[in-house]
């Protein structure tokens, strides 16, 4: 009998022990199974999170994404900390964009750390991008996981080895499929397609490039310190290893931070950070200085009120910009600068703009006053001489389409990426119309159509002309790479 009653007991300590852990645990939700977004459209997704453990959880949060494209398919990993916040709470991921249509499968995995390892494995999603807004066929299909005990190590590598497999059936499957379809005839589509990847795996390089920076790093540790949850981050990677990124943060009670900067050759460079807090504190070291104060009150007193403060901070030094309307429609603005505490550097600029119209218009009145006068009242002349044409000086084309492309290599510099793809290709069209004795600039078609008449090589020509094209209207995301290849071809023909 006692017997019966001790493993009754150990029985039901077990279940209860059972219970209670299980009543601490981490969930993701996720609405649907499949995404659909248009192309050149960020593929932000909401993930679901419950906490229900008596704390914050801070873990790994990883991605594993397969692309796939008529040519081949691409599968890349990711990983970030992030903090899951205690209770229920939405979680924004950017998976990114692509400029063409495309189908991503991507999983998601949670580890943490929490009396052992443990982790949150989502069932495979899949993200379309489409043309149209007509092919988006999102519909509710929600699933959900909970965290488990994390796999031991042989495990993992059977599960790696099994994923491996699989990808290589759905790769040799999806050859054999497109073997039978027939081949696409625009040379260009497909060169679309393999630049878009490629730039692709550029940003995913560029990420890893950022999560390695231990600077980084500890800038946004401060930020999940002080309570703060990054929501999204923007990243615009020239090479695997250089561009400029934004990380977004977000409080519960709204409050929002930002820690920017640029990457070159995998070193930080003109990292900022700003919260609203610091804003705060700016703002009201400002307010408490005295010249300021007289300055508003000047205003004030002439029925000025401030309707916009713009606040930026670059390191140490923090400018302020406060505008102010009246009621007359008038405009102020008041700049300063703080730089170690200390407010430095108070401007007041005022529109002048009505002052302005008014002598233009007097200027106007005069001077049509003056005209009307000397027209009516003028002698006429009684020998007229005919003006000899001046002889124009003879265009010198070549010049001017070399300083066109140096324009343009500027213009890159600057990051006026639009801009210095469209001086490029008008060096070319310059040089090539005034060569071929066309007396004028022409257009693309033109140009190539008058050449293939003189059975000349225009295949790099169009190329250089497509791509410059793409980037004026927003279809292809300029590089580094195509824009030395364009400005050489330039360079070699013009020289």
């Known amino acids: 009998m006692k017997t019966t009653e001790i493993l009754l007991t150990i029985f039901f300590l077990t279940n209860l022990s059972l219970a209670l852990a299980a009543t601490e645990d981490i969930t993701f939700t996720l609405d649907q199974k499949e995404y659909y977004f248009k192309t050149g459209e960020n593929a932000n997704i ?8 008596s704390k914050n959880i801070t873990g790994k949060l990883s991605t594993t994404m397969t692309q796939g494209t008529n040519q081949q398919s691409t599968t890349s990993s990711n990983s970030m900390p992030i903090t899951i916040q205690q209770g229920k709470t939405q979680l924004g991921i950017n998976f990114g964009t692509s400029s063409t249509q495309a189908i991503w499968k991507t999983k998601l995995s949670f580890e943490y750390f929490e009396k052992e390892n443990r982790a949150i494995n989502m069932n495979e999603i899949t993200i379309y991008f489409v043309e149209e807004e007509s092919e988006k066929q999102n519909e509710q299909n929600q699933q959900q996981s909970s965290s488990e005990q994390q796999q031991s190590e042989q495990q993992k590598q059977l599960q790696e080895q099994m994923d491996q497999m699989q990808q290589q059936e759905q790769q040799t499957s999806q050859k054999l499929s497109n073997s039978q379809k027939p081949q696409d005839s625009s040379a260009l589509k497909k060169q679309m397609q393999q630049q878009a990847q490629e730039q692709q795996q550029a940003q995913e390089e560029f990420k890893k490039t950022l999560e390695q920076n231990q600077q980084l790093q500890e800038e946004h540790q401060k930020m999940l310190d002080k309570g703060y949850e990054l929501k999204d981050m923007e990243m615009n990677p020239t090479e695997n290893n250089s561009g400029d990124f934004k990380m977004n943060y977000k409080k519960e009670n709204g409050n929002q931070a930002q820690i920017s900067g640029e990457m070159e050759n995998n070193k930080l460079k003109n990292l900022q950070t700003v919260s609203e807090e610091e804003k705060q504190e700016a703002l009201n070291k400002l307010k408490e200085n005295k010249e300021f104060q007289d300055i508003q009150k000047k205003l004030q007193n002439k029925n000025f009120q401030n309707n916009d403060i713009k606040i930026e901070k670059d390191q140490n030094e923090t400018t302020i910009e406060m505008k102010y309307t009246s009621d007359k429609n008038q405009t102020a603005t008041i700049t300063a600068k703080i730089e170690n505490q200390a407010v430095q550097d108070i401007k ?13 218009i007097i200027l106007t009145l005069l001077t049509a006053t003056t005209y009307f006068l000397y027209t009516k009242y003028k002698p006429k002349p009684i020998l007229q001489l005919i003006p000899q044409p001046k002889k124009e000086k003879p265009f010198n084309y070549k010049k001017t389409a070399k300083q066109l492309l140096t324009k343009s290599k500027k213009l890159f510099q600057e990051k006026k990426y639009k801009d210095a793809y469209e001086k490029n290709a008008q060096a070319i069209r310059l040089f090539l ?41 927003a279809k292809y995301s300029p590089n580094s790479k195509d824009f030395n290849k364009i400005t050489t071809f330039a360079e070699t023909l013009i020289k």
Do not use: R
């Not at 005022?350 to 002598?359: A, M, Q, V």
């Not at 693309?444 to 250089?464: A, F, M, P, R, S």
């Open 433 to 473: 119309s005034y060569k071929n004795n066309l007396k004028k600039e022409t257009t693309n078609d033109e140009i190539i159509k008058h050449l293939k008449i003189k059975n000349q090589n225009t295949k790099k020509l169009k190329e250089c002309f497509d791509i410059c094209s793409l980037v004026e209207f």
């Open 46 to 53: 909401n993930l679901a999170t419950e906490n229900t453990y």
């Open 348 to 360: 007041l600029e005022k529109d002048n703009s009505f002052n302005l119209w008014y002598w233009i």
